[in-house]
């Protein structure tokens, strides 16, 4: 009754939210870039003045956004070990998908704490090529779907023209229906697809398209404000504490849309999670603190913890 009473009541602010309207930039101080507002991905409120909770530039509570446990890594970690990783790389949170979500749910009952569950519409890895036009996909979903457990379904891929799929819409309908993220691996084009198809869906753009250059992640993010970008495997982003013109502009222009990630998506890449996260700390402290304080876990933090 409770739940009921309280999605219509998600259902009805949603509808009643307006829809995204064309990006205009907010007045800022002399010399400092516009930033972006989202009606959808509401912008972080500014600490208290004076108050700093954590010493600066020790970024020893990340947000990972993009972490897998898939059937092939099981054998070789243990949910522990696993778990034991994302700690020892100074992770407070990761959002965590596995194929099948089996994975997924090992390592939430060892860590509820760390782990947030995104469910994957994948049984198999044989699921990522064909899921889009596979109706049992669906069944699987919702019925392997935990509210109050799962924040999002991803990470999934999508190609260009398969946004308006009826398998593709009956996922995006369940996300809105129950305010959940969409994680989606996909390039420019299709991610603009996804945004435009669903003004009300909340979508995470996995590896922000992984090779879309910095000003084609620039331009989605300025038109599309339902849209926030993680950085898994993006190493053009810096060269050690150098970071690239663009990618800077990017962080500044939308310091509140910009997630970091890993993607363990091979077994091997567990290797690199502690090590991937002291390359991410040199750049984060080459960023205005405010801006590196959003990414490493603001901006995380705030769109999937608090309650919604
Ligand atoms: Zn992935």
Not at 132 to 143: F, I, N, P, Q
Not at 170 to 176: F, G, K, N
Request: hydrophobic share 45%.
């Amino acid at each position: 009754m409770i739940r009921g009473a309280l999605l219509a009541c998600l259902l009805l602010a949603a509808c009643a939210s307006p829809a995204p309207v064309p990006a205009r930039a907010e007045p800022t101080a002399a010399g400092t870039p516009p930033v972006i507002p989202s009606p959808l991905i509401t912008p972080a409120p500014l600490p208290p003045a004076g108050v700093t909770p954590r010493p600066a530039g020790a970024f020893d509570q990340l947000f990972d956004a993009h972490i897998h446990y898939s059937q092939d890594a099981w054998s070789e970690y243990t949910p522990a070990q696993t778990i034991a990783i994302l700690r020892r790389a100074g992770i407070r949170t990761a959002l965590v998908s596995s194929t099948p979500d089996t994975g997924t749910q090992r390592l939430y009952a060892l860590a509820p704490d760390l782990v947030v569950p995104m469910l994957r519409p994948y049984r198999t890895r044989d699921d990522i090529g064909g899921w889009t036009r596979d109706g049992t996909v669906v069944a699987y979903v919702e019925s392997t779907y935990r509210r109050g457990v799962h924040q999002g379904i991803g990470e999934f891929h999508l190609l260009q023209g398969e946004a308006s799929l009826p398998v593709v819409r009956r996922i995006v309908d369940l996300a809105v229906r129950e305010s959940i993220w969409l994680h989606a691996h996909a390039d420019e084009r299709a991610i603009a697809e996804l945004a435009r198809s669903e003004p009300r869906a909340k979508i995470l753009w996995a590896h922000a398209g992984l090779s879309s250059s910095a000003a084609a992640v620039k331009a989605v993010l300025d038109q599309h404000l339902n849209v926030a970008a993680e950085l898994a495997l993006r190493s053009d982003v810096a060269n050690g504490p150098a970071i690239d013109p663009a990618w800077r502009e990017v962080f500044t222009r939308h310091p509140g849309r910009v997630l970091l990630g890993t993607d363990t998506w091979i077994p091997s890449r567990w290797e690199d999670v502690v090590a991937g996260h002291e390359r991410t700390r040199q750049w984060l402290r080459a960023l205005p603190p405010e801006v590196a304080a959003q990414i490493a876990s603001g901006n995380g933090e705030r769109l999937f913890r608090t309650p919604h």
